[in-house]
């Protein structure tokens, strides 16, 4: 509860104390990519060990919103991007190839916050994010990504479907694990 109330403080504090290694001290010799998995499995954990995974397959029941989501995200978002990037990034590849990275990883967990924060349909936005993550991660990646910008750059999307495996589906099945052993002992409350 405290880091909840106190959570903007801490965040600047942490920014802070990153910023005073790298200047004094040169930074952790540990490779960023492990810090970033282990701050981002920190960052959706709580939510993970909320979620009960099998009740995100009861939603399919009412399929518009898993139509929408879909459409909106893997079909429409990546259009507008590989337009933006046709328009505005033609000479930067890197650039390019990123803008279609990201408009085909639409979601997180801060999806939920953001969902939370606008009074909208929570359940809704707890089942659709996990979807949303396996069809990036094994539809959106390997088959529509090279579609869009292979033709720029060689990206490894093997690479990238792992890592959202650690960073999505490892704290998920931790949370997951942890949940039943917590309604076990104490109960659901």
């Known amino acids: 509860m405290f880091l909840k109330q106190h959570l903007h403080y801490f965040i600047v504090c ?3 104390a990153g910023l005073v ?7 952790f010799n540990t490779p960023k990519a492990y810090l970033i998995f282990i701050v981002v499995a920190f960052v959706i954990f709580p ?4 979620t009960d995974f099998w009740e995100i397959f009861e939603h399919f029941r009412e399929p ?3 139509f929408c989501s879909i459409v909106l ?4 978002s990546p259009a507008i991007a590989f337009g933006a990037g046709s328009l505005f990034l033609r000479d930067q590849p890197l650039l390019f190839t990123g803008l279609i990275l990201i408009s085909l990883i639409p979601t997180s967990s801060m999806s939920m916050a953001w969902t939370s924060f606008s009074n909208a349909n929570l359940a809704t936005a707890l089942y659709l994010t996990p979807l949303n993550i396996l069809f990036a991660a094994f539809i959106g990646l390997p088959l529509i ?13 093997f690479m990238i479907v792992r890592n959202i495996i ?3 589906f490892i704290p998920l099945i931790i949370g997951g694990f942890l949940r039943k052993l917590i309604i076990k002992f104490k109960g659901n409350a």
């Open 64 to 66: 518009r919103p898993v």
């Open 166 to 168: 650690m960073v999505f």
């Open 47 to 50: 939510v993970m060990i909320n």
């Open 14 to 16: 942490v920014l802070l």
């Open 145 to 157: 990504f090279p579609l869009l910008a292979d033709q720029f750059i060689e990206i490894n999307t």
């Open 21 to 27: 290694n790298v200047y004094f001290l040169g930074g």
């Open 73 to 76: 995200n893997f079909l429409i």
